[in-house]
């Protein structure tokens, strides 16, 4: 004889199956979430995918510029300059402003200097070519003195020694190593002349891949001045301070 089951049980045993088919139905589409979520990161990949977009995100760690001065700067033109910018500003990682008839370019946030700056260091460790034209590069220099930023900063704290930041003018505005002096490319040979010739100097400008500072030295010591090139830059300066802190 089959046993006739309470009415109460009978309604519980509905409700749970019922509940299992709705628990399922609402299930996380996870991997949607998960397509949609890559599919945003991509689009910084994509963004970065460019020799020149990389460029023009460095010169703007440096401080805000406009059209004009980026194109100086990299060798393209304003209408090619225009459009890397654009899909930067597309990808949020660049903003604009209006200054008079110039439109002046920074970054989005101080977060994506660290993040390019991360990039050039992970590129380095894992692209053999890398470190090599960059070798290449400074066996050109072989005959300049390089000093450590921390060497280079109690230096000037102590006074024996002259720190010039030979980036341009803005740039230096924008934010220097304290204690630096501001004298870009263009003027440092007018500069040299004020100089007492036992004068020791140390020059600094974009950082690691900048090419300034070894032009800077090299000028400075045919002139006879003992001179040092510094491979940091006010990026690796703060941070020093943001360890010590």
């Not at 088919?21 to 990161?41: I, N, T, W």
């Not at 001045?225 to 940091?232: G, H, I």
Request: hydrophobic residues 40%; charged residues 25%; proline residues 4%.
């Amino acid at each position: 004889m089959t046993k006739k089951r309470d009415p109460i049980y009978n309604s519980i045993e509905s409700l749970n199956i019922t509940t299992g088919v709705e628990d399922m139905a609402h299930e996380l589409p996870v991997r949607v979430f998960k397509d949609e979520l890559y599919r945003q990161f991509a689009r910084i990949g994509k963004c970065l995918s460019s020799d020149k977009r990389l460029e023009l995100l460095h010169l703007l760690s440096q401080g805000p510029k406009s059209v004009e001065k980026m194109a100086d700067a990299t060798g393209m033109s304003v209408a090619n300059v225009s459009r890397h910018l654009q899909i930067l500003l597309d990808a949020n990682l660049v903003k604009f402003s209006k200054k008079g008839t110039y439109v002046i370019y920074t970054l989005a946030s101080p977060e994506i200097e660290g993040f390019i700056h991360s990039l050039w260091r992970i590129s380095e460790m894992q692209l053999g070519d890398v470190l090599r034209i960059k070798n290449d590069f400074m066996s050109h220099c072989d005959d300049l003195q390089s000093l450590s930023l921390a060497e280079a900063v109690t230096r000037v704290a102590d006074g024996s020694i002259l720190l010039l930041d030979v980036r341009p003018t803005d740039e230096y505005e924008a934010g220097h190593i304290p204690g630096a002096i501001s004298v870009p490319m263009e003027e440092l040979n007018r500069f040299m002349q004020t100089l007492p010739k036992g004068a020791q100097i140390a020059a600094y400008c974009r950082g690691p891949y900048c090419v300034f500072a070894a032009e800077a030295v090299a000028m400075l010591q045919q002139a006879g001045f003992t001179a040092y090139r510094l491979a940091e830059g006010v990026f690796e300066w703060r941070e020093q301070q943001v360890g010590k802190g």
